[in-house]
């Protein structure tokens, strides 16, 4: 239940402090005092998004806190999958800054505003005269019938599964379009692949060696010749580099007696004539083995050419972009040619699930068409309590030939409010004050089945008087033994049952019109009453009605 609620700096609302009781209590107050200002204020904690329209002044933070009681609801497993920590006295709070940035918490924990919602629903029902629009709604008309046929588990069972079929079926269209499309490219991708697979693409170490071997052959004249020239100047010329290096060896050689320091310089001269010897042989070597081979040459020509024209062909920069882009044909031609298997695969799972999904939908739909007739009698039962004699309702039902979000069923609520008449859409036949009436039954026979916290119900007894507020109030005050109820209404009927009665009213303060909120004592419940009943010129007669009102109740 809603134990306290804190208000800073919404709409007409400086601050707002209260506590409310257990069962069935009454807000009421003058027209345009604020009293749906209240619910307004109440709703950001539960999730509906607001801007810096609701600050009472610019420069301050909007605050709402609401202090729940929830013990005994159960509501512990779901505190634990949004890793929350639970408390029997929970606490939701929003901020709305002046810069418009909203900021939630549970239990001063920051949270995002759709775990703010998924919990605080759980906690707080609200309706209102604009919430009976949603009465034409599938999903709306949805939840009502599987709110009051209690069907939890079994109706998330069914989403879950039919959350994977869709999924399944996705896929298979993706792929099954996608193959279309690839398949008509397989042979083209072959081709490619196969052509860059002839030229030896993984072997990039041969292409460059091939590329060193092939510029050796077609300068191996020029190369040669230089070779001998060296060879020349180092063995065979007159005065020839070695010859050199043996006179100046017999040089230094002559002087090495006199000091033992010319002995180091003699073996340096003699290690560079070894080495320049070496040398010589290498280049002679190297000469002979330089041969012009035309046919060798031509050959590597046309494999480096080869390549060539497969980099430009495929725009790229060298050959190691060649490997990459061989590599992508043959993922794609793996790709295809795997496809087919895999979508069997999908075939096959979307079969088992389609099969899943029916079973759970033959289910729901049994436990749905188990209860059409509960619900019909109940609610036009409770229809006619509401002063509308000759109220009829219905479930209309038919079967999906295709598992839909909502199972295997269509249903669409009728109604007739006349003797005689065809039930049709709510939209059709009903009017305002019907609308409401039936809205309410509907709040009445889903409350049993399912216990929240607290409703709260905002002047949804517009459009009626007399014995049918008396009835609407009779149902506020039963729904009120399992959980807390506050209507905000106009009706002295419905507030003079309530248990506790709190007051709406406005006040010019600081040159500016604010909201406030008080319980009221039982005198001024009598007060308030008489006024609802007679207007602002009490008499005794109105007062000691209001008083026999509150006594009765």
Do not use: W
Request: with cysteine; proline share 1%.
């Amino acid at each position: 239940m809603l134990k306290h609620l804190l208000i800073e700096n919404y709409a007409l609302i400086e601050k707002l402090d209260i506590d409310f009781d257990r069962g069935f209590s009454i807000i009421t107050g003058e027209t345009g005092a604020g009293k749906s200002i209240l619910v307004g204020a109440l709703s950001l904690i539960l999730g509906q998004r607001a801007d810096t329209k609701v600050l009472h002044d610019k420069e301050l933070k909007c605050i709402v806190e609401g202090t729940f009681l929830i013990k005994d609801y159960g509501l512990e497993d779901t505190f634990e999958k949004y890793e929350l920590d639970y408390d029997d006295q929970t606490i939701l709070r929003r901020e709305i800054n002046p810069q418009g940035k909203s900021r939630a918490f549970i239990n001063d924990t920051p949270v995002n505003l759709n775990v703010l919602k998924n919990i605080s629903e759980k906690l707080v029902d609200i309706h209102s005269q604009h919430e009976s629009l949603l009465l034409n709604k599938t999903y709306f008309q949805f939840n009502v019938l599987d709110s009051f046929c209690g069907h939890h588990k079994l109706l998330n069972d069914y989403k879950l599964k039919y959350a994977e079929f869709n999924n399944l079926k996705n896929k298979l269209n993706e792929l099954t379009e996608k193959e279309k499309e690839t398949r008509a490219n397989l042979d083209y991708y072959k081709f490619q692949y196969e052509e860059l697979e002839k030229a030896g693409l993984d072997q990039i170490e041969n292409y460059k060696e091939m590329e060193s071997e092939l510029n050796v052959l077609e300068n191996a004249s020029e190369i040669k010749q230089n070779l001998q020239n060296a060879h020349y100047l180092l063995a065979d010329s007159d005065n020839n580099i070695l010859e050199q290096l043996t006179n100046l060896q017999n040089i230094v050689l002559s002087i090495d007696k006199y000091d033992k320091k010319y002995s180091d310089i003699l073996s340096r001269i003699k290690s560079a004539y070894i080495e320049i010897k070496d040398i010589g042989n290498e280049l002679s070597l190297s000469a002979e083995s330089i041969i012009y081979d035309p046919e060798r040459s031509a050959l590597l020509t046309e494999k480096i050419d080869s390549i060539n024209k497969l980099i430009m062909k495929h725009g790229a920069s060298e050959i190691d972009e060649l490997v990459d882009i061989k590599e992508d044909y043959e993922n794609k031609i793996n790709e295809i040619e795997f496809m087919d298997e895999e979508i069997e695969s999908i075939k096959e799972k979307l079969l088992e699930c389609e099969k899943e999904v029916f079973e759970l939908g033959e289910k729901l739909s049994e436990s749905r068409q188990n209860n059409f007739k509960v619900v019909n009698n109940r609610i036009s039962e409770l229809l006619r309590s509401l002063g509308i004699p000759n109220a009829q309702f219905k479930i209309e039902h038919n079967r999906l030939d295709e598992p839909g979000p909502f199972g295997l069923d269509f249903i669409r609520f009728k109604f007739s409010a006349n003797l005689g008449s065809e039930m049709q859409d709510i939209s059709k036949v009903a009017s305002g004050g019907e609308i409401s009436r039936l809205m309410l039954s509907i709040k009445s026979l889903v409350t049993e089945k399912r216990v929240l916290p607290t409703v709260i119900f905002d002047e949804i007894d517009t459009g009626v008087s007399g014995e049918v507020a008396s009835k609407i109030s009779s149902i506020f005050d039963n729904m009120s033994e399992n959980m807390q109820v506050l209507s905000i209404t106009h009706l002295p009927q419905i507030a003079s049952r309530g248990k506790s009665h709190y007051f709406v009213y406005k006040v010019d303060e600081n040159k500016a019109t604010k909201t406030k909120i008080k319980k009221l004592s039982e005198n001024e419940r009598i007060e308030e009453i008489a006024k609802m009943l007679g207007g602002e010129n009490l008499t005794d007669s109105a007062r000691k009605t209001a008083e026999e009102m509150i006594g009765k109740n």
